[in-house]
């Protein structure tokens, strides 16, 4: 058979099947052929790439639309030049994994900073009408922003008693980090940093917010829909466990812990973004939000893989266990606000 109608016949299959469905198999195609470079560039002295593997669901997105809405109105310059920028980053870092010596793609980073100033002047070219159509553009920038203190309060509350569950010490220590000036500057450095390097975050949470997560409000509720994309959003960080497990060397016993714990995590982090995400209706508003959550949680205290591997494995699930029941709590807090009422519009 001719290669030129195999290929037609391919791409009438992917515009005749369901969005959703495309963009999750983009997406974890994107992850597995990540995951699989990563391995090999890890055991030769190589990083994880974190950066890029944040890019992949914005990339989705934008793929999806060209497949299925190749005619019509969409804000195509700001799609090409994401979609150009993260496949040209994410080939230098192809590259890297498979040249001996140091990484360069350390250098290939700092394109990130900017390559996310020049997306703006992008965005600036671009018709207000479609900005708006595609939350690429706010409304209203003063209702979004006012929504990052509420954020900022219970990240630092959620920290300490995460931090109290841990032990008197661990209390201790979390609440002393949070009021020592060199580590509040260490962590507004840490804010500064992803703050001007948004393009990353933009990939995030323009694949899940944006895209997804209306999709499956729409499709099974806003409650349940919510819930979803943090499910999909944590099997998405899975490659992480098994490529820090690699790093750490001390992942026997331990892998489920691991995977549970990034489920559980993931999911009610996705709920509370999912919430200020349908509060806002920013984008914008959300990405900031995801800017200061590494920062704000993960430097004053830490359970991330890494951290998790160090605990006894007794020890270990009466720990996760007061986690889940906290988070839980937290979580069905969210869940019942007004906001899960409301209507879900869908672009596309």
């Not at 993960?298 to 605990?311: A, G, N």
Request: proline letters at 2%; a positive charge.
């Amino acid at each position: 058979m001719n290669k030129n109608i195999v290929k037609k016949r391919f791409i009438e299959k992917l515009k005749t099947m369901d969005e959703v469905v495309l963009f999750l198999i983009i997406t974890f195609s994107f992850v597995v052929i990540l995951t699989i470079i990563s391995a090999y560039g890890i055991h030769h002295g190589k990083g994880i790439p974190s950066d890029i593997h944040m890019l992949t669901p914005a990339m989705s997105v934008m793929l999806v639309v060209k497949l299925k809405n190749k005619d019509g109105v969409y804000p195509k310059d700001v799609f090409n030049y994401f979609l150009g920028f993260s496949f040209f980053i994410m080939f230098i870092f192809c590259i890297d994994q498979f040249i001996n010596g140091d990484s360069v793609f350390g250098l290939g980073k700092f394109l990130i900073i900017p390559a996310s100033l020049i997306f703006l002047l992008v965005l600036g070219n671009e018709k207000k009408e479609v900005l708006l159509q595609w939350k690429l553009r706010d409304k209203n920038y003063k209702k979004s922003l006012k929504y990052i203190a509420p954020y900022i309060a219970f990240s630092l509350i959620y920290t300490l008693i995460l931090s109290f569950i841990l032990g008197v010490e661990s209390f201790k220590n979390t609440f002393y980090n949070m009021i020592d000036i060199r580590n509040f500057l260490k962590v507004m450095g840490f804010c500064l940093v992803n703050f001007i390097s948004f393009l990353t975050l933009f990939g995030e949470e323009y694949g899940w917010r944006f895209f997804l997560q209306p999709r499956l409000q729409k499709k099974f509720g806003v409650r349940k829909g919510v819930i979803l994309v943090g499910v999909i959003w944590a099997v998405w960080h899975f490659n992480f466990i098994y490529l820090n497990g690699i790093i750490y060397g001390n992942m026997e016993g331990k892998y489920m812990f691991a995977l549970w714990n990034r489920l559980v995590d993931t999911t009610f982090i996705g709920i509370v973004i999912g919430y200020f995400y349908l509060k806002s209706e920013s984008i914008w508003c959300v990405s900031f939000i995801h800017c200061l959550y590494v920062p704000l949680i993960t430097q004053y205290w830490d359970i991330t893989e890494s951290v998790i591997f160090s605990f006894d494995k007794n020890i270990l699930i009466i720990k996760f266990i007061l986690f889940i029941v906290i988070k839980f709590v937290i979580a069905a807090f969210f869940l019942k606000s007004k906001v899960f009422n409301k209507k879900i519009d869908v672009v596309i």
